[in-house]
Structure formats: structure tokens, C-alpha cells
């Protein structure tokens, strides 16, 4: 833990029932009132022990091969033609994504839990592919609930995940998305909870979900603030992350909270354009609303029926959006902001072509935006963009929009 | 005295157990709910749970989801199942009504709205399924100002530490989930569910009834045997995927469909 985060401070949150502000909370049937009790408990006690942050610290550095650079971007820099321009190389990570920052640290819970199983959840498959990694590496059994039309649409990650192990199962009800196949492992949860530990992908669901993700997400912060002053000299003046459920941007921002000269930039999937209403801006044009355990900002019609979402990245798509960036957003410390579906796909091919990383397209939408921004100031200031994960798996969808058959 | 204590004491003092069905509104529309819940009172219901769709329903099974879906494809909001009870009442002023769903459809009608059009609809009480007593002292503060019952589940996995409080919480009667797991499954352990239905008789002197996985007649007696009563869902739903959707059901259609209800009516007053 860095003095950062141990002095007090308005950014400590939740509070002792899981609220940010009016977010987050426990809105859960009573089935899982116990387990979630359990883990908050349990967590409780974890975050203050010193051996299991040393056994999450080995994980990351020998197996997920952390510290990932931070990344001085000279000619996309260029290309901006104003602030620096540097990333944070999520997309080096083991898996390829942020994502395993958390399912490490969950599965180490899981595992100290005594639980033997582990679900979880997944829309484009990086999360349900970092789960099925680590059950794989620590050797519990693991089921992936995953929407029936996301299974179509990510391929590649299915038989990944099958390869590790791991048993994929198809999720045809609602939607048949994101949001559905977290329903779904809800349910399993609730009829496997004696043996079960659920791995919610992103900073979202029921207390303590939101704190423990954010906490396993920090070390993106924590890295990058070291890194900053190391490279740099100083603190960046903006962050920019994309915001889907929003694990990669809180662990990027948190450790910046309190640092009140670093601007922060959350960037949600416009999809067709915030106007067409096929996005998936829940913290741009939404309104709070109770889904999936937490009270948050969601897109639901006026009736509270939840909308479905549209972006071009499976891993934005998702109606609601972590309660700690509801928080933020409300006391006005994070700026959200949205990148369409053609601005993130126009990024994909300038990040590639200038710079020879093929980001993943929920970064991608990060990128987008990071350089409108940078394109504003002036180039004694510098701006760290999220690189959340790479593209490799992306590929496929790029051709099929741009006509080109593989 | 609000319509669920009439009919709970009235049970009490004439040793008649609970039978309480529940169906989606919507489902597969609204004329039809209305002439399914008059069927249900004929067939021998004593309280209706009425259930309002939600796109996301994440505590129940298949069966029950896939009514919700029937009853959203035709557009059924939260106003309109306060419509269904006003309509329900222009015939039954005794049949109690309580609401069961998920938070968010109140979180955007507003705490006060959905209260106020709930008591004027003639609504008694409300049970919301992702709403635990930790995060319902608002609302249910606002219910009981409008004369509306909160009732409130135990679940096999509940804590000894917090039967007592949700016990003193819970108005109306008490929801007992019978299993791990969600509305449809099926259940393995009566001994257990005795066990926990005699250790919160310690808490309350209210009703405990039983729901989750009570499929047919042997079930709701085997179960009202060791409770105050039964609710019959899934069961009932499923019967109800069975109908036609048009406005107008045949009589001889609702009397099919609510049968499961009669019989177990019959098997349950076989107890006594």
C-alpha cells in the first residue's frame, strides 16, 4: 500500500456498507447475502495482511510480468501535435489485458476461501479468458457464463478459453449479452454458493465487488505515478481511459484522486453516435438506477426497463458502469466524455500504423479521444492514455466492418 | 386492519393453511392476467403475488423469465400493473395484492410516486427481490406511511444474526426461499426446512410461508404441512405459457390453467 492510500482522505471509500455517495450497496436477493457478507469480511481482512499482497505482488511480477511500461509515444506525440503523449502498456500483460490484474488477486481469494469453483462472466472474453488462466495456474475449476451471441462474435476467445479448461456456457436469455451472462452466473452463484466464488470482471456488482477490483486494478495507478515522476519528472496533466464497466480507468485514476493538477478523462463507447441512442454511455446520458447488486448510472427506459447497448467493442458493452465513476462523475473530479464506434476504429489503425501496437478496440476508444485531447494542449504538458489491451483479438471484427475477408 | 392481516388471522383462527400463487402481469397480457387472477381467487387463493416484469431478472429461473419476456414483448411497465390492480379491485375489494419484483422500475417511477399509486391502486403489500433490509429503510419507510406491507425473504443461507432484525422488519407475512438457488429449482431437504421454519418461529409471530421449487399438489402439502403456507410460481407460469395470447380467454381455458391452484387448494386443507 502506498502513503497514498493509508493517510485519510474523501477518496477512501466505500464506506462501511459499500456506498460511494449515493452508489454502489448490496442489491442482492437474500440467497447471496451471506456470501457476499462473507467476502466483504474476509476482504476486510485481506487488504490488511501483508503476506497475501506478497503473493499477489509475486503473481503479477513473475507471471503476469509486471511493472508494463509506460510508453513515450514520439510519433503519435507528433501526430497530436500537442501534449506528450504517453501509455500505459496494459496490452503487454500475460493474457494480453488488464484484466488479470483482478482474477489473480480474486482467485487468491477464492483459493484462501477454500473454494474449489470459480464462474464468472465475460462479454468479448478477455475477463472470462484471464479467469479461465488463472484457474488453470492455481487449478480450480471454472465455468464462463457468456452471452449466445457474443460466443458467435468472439470465437477466438471461446476455444481460448476451452483450451484452458475452462467450461463455456452459452447464455440465450434477455439480450443474449454482457448483461444477461452476468445474470446468469448471478444465478449460479445463488445455487453453487457452498463451493462457488464468483469473479466479477470489472469494478461493478455487489459490495465489496467494486472495492477489491479497484484495489486489484490500482497497480496500473500506483505504477504509472512512479513512472510519471521517474520519465517524466512530474505528474501527467491528463489521464484518459476508456469506461466500459470502468476497471481499468478506476485503477488508473485511483492512485491520481487526490493529485487535484491530473485531469481524468473516462471515455464511454458512443457507438452509432450518443444521438442515435445505440450507444453504451450509460455516465453521458443516462440515469442511476438499481442493476446487478449496485445503484448506478444505467441505460434503462422510463419505464427502468434496461436498454440494450451497442459499441463496436464487445467489452464496452454494458448498460451500467461501475458506482464509484457515478460517484465521480457527480462531485465533478472525473471528466466522462464519449469516442464513437468510426473515431475508435479510426485510432485502431493510427495507433498500428504510427506506432506498431495494434490496441484492443475498447482501448482503441481511449486513444481516440486521448488524442483529440492532446491535440489541445500545449506540448510542455503530457497526457497518459490507458492502453487497456491489445488487438490481436479485435482483428477479425476490423476486417468484417472494413470488407475484407481473412 | 390492512387485507393481509384479515386473511392471515382469519386463516389463523380457522386452521386453513396459505396458498398464495404467483403470476407475472403481462403475461401473455394484461385481460388475460386480470381473468387469471379472478380464476386464482375461484380456485382457492388467499393473497395474489403479482409480479412486475423486469428485463433482468436475476434471482429467477427459466421458467419465470421467460413469462417476464412474454409480458416486456408486450410492453408491460410498472403503470400499467397498478392499472391491472385498480381493475382487479373493481371486482375483488378482499383478495389482497402484493407486488413482487426487482428495484429498478421504482427507482424511476420515484419511492413516493410508486407508493402513493400503489396504496390509491389498491395494492397491499410489496416484496422486492434485490432490495435487502440493508438497503430498504427508505422505501419501506415510505411504504408503511402509505398503509403498504414489505415483506421480506429468508433464504436457507440467511445468518442466525440477522433473523431477528428481518423478522421485526418483515409486515404482512414472512417469505421463506426454500433452496440455494432460484424460483423454478428443485427441492432436496423438507428436514432442513422445518429445521429453519421452527428456529424463526423464535423471531415472529407472523405467517412464514414457503416459495422456490413448489411444483404441484404433493409439494405445496408436504410443504404447508411444516409452514403457515405455500406460494405456487413457477408452476403456475408454466401452465400460463400454455394459453393463447389474445384479450378474451375462454372460461374453460383460465379454470385449465389455474387447476394446479385447486388441487393444491385441496391437498393442503387434507391436513387438517
Known amino acids: 500500500m502506498s502513503e497514498q492510500e493509508s493517510s485519510q482522505s474523501q477518496f477512501d471509500g466505500p464506506d462501511l456498507s459499500g456506498h460511494f455517495g449515493p452508489y454502489g450497496g448490496t442489491f442482492v436477493g437474500e440467497t447471496l447475502i451471506a456470501a457476499v457478507e462473507e467476502l466483504a469480511e474476509i476482504y476486510g481482512k485481506l487488504s490488511k495482511d501483508e503476506d497475501f499482497w506478497r503473493e499477489y505482488d509475486y503473481e503479477l511480477k513473475h507471471y503476469v510480468g509486471r511493472p508494463s511500461p509506460l510508453y513515450f509515444a514520439e510519433r503519435l506525440t507528433a501526430a497530436a501535435g500537442g501534449a506528450q503523449v504517453y501509455l500505459k502498456r496494459e496490452d503487454l500483460n500475460h493474457t494480453g489485458a488488464h484484466k488479470i490484474n483482478n482474477t489473480i488477486g480474486q482467485a487468491l481469494i477464492a483459493k484462501r476461501m477454500g473454494k474449489p469453483r470459480i464462474i464468472a462472466e465475460t462479454g468479448a472474453g478477455q475477463h472470462g479468458v484471464a479467469s479461465a488462466t488463472v484457474a488453470a495456474r492455481l487449478g480450480l475449476e471454472c465455468h464462463v457464463y457468456m452471452g449466445a451471441d457474443d460466443i458467435v462474435r468472439q470465437a477466438p476467445n471461446v476455444y481460448r478459453m476451452k483450451l484452458l479448461g475452462a467450461n463455456v456456457i452459452s447464455v440465450d436469455s434477455g439480450s443474449s449479452t454482457l448483461k444477461d451472462a452476468m445474470n446468469e452466473a448471478l444465478r449460479d452463484w445463488a445455487t453453487n454458493v457452498d463451493n462457488t466464488y464468483y469473479i466479477i470482471g470489472t469494478a461493478a456488482g455487489p459490495h465489496p465487488y467494486p472495492q477489491l477490483v479497484r484495489d486489484f486494478q490500482c497497480v496500473i495507478g500506483r505504477e504509472a505515478r512512479e513512472q510519471s515522476l521517474e ?147 500545449k506540448s510542455d504538458q503530457n497526457i497518459v492514455i490507458n492502453l487497456s489491451g491489445r488487438g490481436d483479438k479485435d482483428i477479425e471484427t476490423v476486417a468484417k466492418i472494413e470488407g475484407i475477408e481473412l | 386492519m390492512s387485507r393481509i392481516k384479515q386473511v392471515t388471522d382469519n386463516a389463523k383462527l380457522n386452521n386453513r393453511k396459505l396458498l398464495i400463487p404467483y403470476l407475472v402481469s403481462g403475461d401473455p397480457n394484461l385481460a388475460s392476467t386480470l381473468s387469471l387472477m379472478h380464476g386464482l381467487v375461484k380456485a382457492g387463493a388467499d393473497i395474489i403475488e403479482l409480479g412486475i416484469p423486469f428485463s433482468d431478472p436475476s434471482s429467477d429461473g427459466a421458467v419465470i423469465q421467460r413469462g417476464v419476456e412474454r409480458a416486456l414483448a408486450k410492453g408491460t411497465q410498472l403503470k400499467d400493473v397498478m392499472s391491472l390492480v385498480r381493475q382487479f379491485r373493481e371486482k375483488d375489494e378482499s383478495t389482497p395484492i402484493v407486488l413482487m419484483g426487482y428495484l429498478n422500475p421504482i427507482e424511476y417511477m420515484g419511492y413516493e410516486s410508486f407508493a402513493a399509486l400503489a396504496a ?153
Not at chain 1, 266 to 276: N, P, Q
Not at chain 1, 294 to 317: C, F, K, P, W
Not at chain 2, 230 to 251: E, R, T, Y
Open chain 2, 120 to 272: 390509491d391502486s389498491g395494492v397491499d403489500g410489496v416484496l422486492i427481490v434485490d432490495m435487502p433490509p440493508v438497503e430498504s429503510g427508505e422505501l419501506h419507510g415510505i411504504l408503511k406511511s402509505a398503509g403498504i406491507d414489505t415483506i421480506y425473504l429468508v433464504a436457507p443461507t440467511t445468518r442466525e444474526a440477522r433473523l431477528q432484525s428481518i423478522c421485526g422488519l418483515s409486515s404482512g407475512y414472512l417469505y421463506y426461499v426454500s433452496l440455494k438457488g432460484v424460483t423454478g429449482a428443485a427441492i432436496s431437504d423438507y428436514g432442513e426446512i422445518e429445521a429453519n421454519i421452527s428456529r424463526l418461529r423464535a423471531y415472529t409471530q407472523q405467517p412464514i410461508v414457503v416459495g422456490f421449487g413448489i411444483k404441484d399438489a404433493d409439494s405445496a402439502k408436504a410443504m404447508a404441512a411444516i409452514s403457515d403456507g405455500v406460494i405456487i410460481g413457477s408452476a403456475l407460469v408454466d401452465k400460463i405459457a400454455l394459453l393463447a395470447d389474445q384479450d378474451s380467454q375462454d372460461n374453460a381455458d383460465i379454470v385449465r390453467t389455474t387447476e394446479i391452484i385447486g388441487l393444491a387448494r385441496k391437498a393442503i386443507n387434507d391436513l387438517i
Open chain 1, 231 to 377: 520519465q517524466i519528472g512530474r505528474l501527467p496533466d491528463a489521464l484518459v481511459a476508456c469506461v466500459g464497466g470502468g476497471s481499468n480507468a478506476i485503477g488508473l485514476f485511483h492512485p491520481f484522486l487526490e493529485d487535484e493538477e491530473v485531469a481524468m478523462y473516462g471515455v464511454e463507447a458512443g457507438g452509432l453516435g450518443i444521438d442515435s441512442g445505440k450507444h453504451a454511455a450509460p455516465l453521458s446520458v443516462g440515469k442511476p438506477g438499481v442493476l446487478h447488486g449496485n445503484r448506478t448510472y444505467l441505460m434503462s427506459d422510463e419505464g427502468g426497463q434496461i436498454l440494450e447497448t451497442h459499441s463496436v467493442s464487445a467489452g464496452l458493452d454494458y448498460p451500467g458502469v461501475g458506482p464509484e465513476h457515478s460517484w465521480l462523475k457527480d462531485i465533478k473530479r472525473v471528466n466522462y466524455v464519449s469516442a464513437n464506434d468510426e473515431e475508435a476504429l479510426a485510432a485502431f489503425h493510427q495507433l498500428t500504423r504510427l506506432e506498431g501496437i495494434i490496441p484492443a478496440l475498447e482501448s482503441s476508444h481511449a486513444v481516440a479521444y486521448g488524442m483529440e485531447l492532446a491535440a489541445t494542449m
